[in-house]
Nanobody
Framework: VQLQASGGGLVQAGDSLKLSCAAS????????MAWFRQAPGKEREFLAA???????VYADSVKGRFTISRDSAKKAVYLQMNTLKPGDTALYYC??????????????????????WGQGTQVTVSS
């Protein structure tokens, strides 16, 4: 299974971007998909996750600005990012949890919850 993230780029503060992540490979069933980001010198940070049943969890830092969505038929997850700030500059990763068992809310923000990771797409926000 491979996850391919795309949609990053260089934008100005206040702009919007939509990231996409598609899964490919052998038969793939995912109970949850998520987005994380990592800025230089910082830990990888959880942003948002969506379960197969549509339940969503957001990090407080992006709640109200970022929206996660999922297209199960396309095995894809998206992240709509609005009102971008220079502090949003980072490498953005998508992740997927394999199987049918839905993760509980308490672990949806943990890196270890996810089995597959994309290669990352760079988002740079200039002031």
């Amino acid at each position: 299974v491979q996850l391919q993230a795309s949609g990053g780029g260089l934008v100005q503060a206040g702009d919007s971007l939509k990231l996409s992540c598609a899964a490919s490979g052998r038969t793939f069933t995912s109970s949850a998909m998520a987005w994380f980001r990592q800025a230089p010198g910082k830990e990888r940070e959880f942003l948002a996750a969506i379960r197969a049943n549509g339940n969503i969890v957001y990090a407080d830092s992006v709640k109200g600005r970022f929206t996660i969505s999922r297209d199960s038929a396309k095995k894809a997850v998206y992240l709509q990012m609005n009102t971008l700030k220079p502090g949003d500059t980072a490498l953005y990763y998508c992740a997927a949890r394999s199987g049918y068992t839905l993760p509980i809310t308490g672990i949806m923000g943990q890196r270890g919850t996810y089995d597959y990771w994309g290669q990352g797409t760079q988002v740079t926000v200039s002031s």
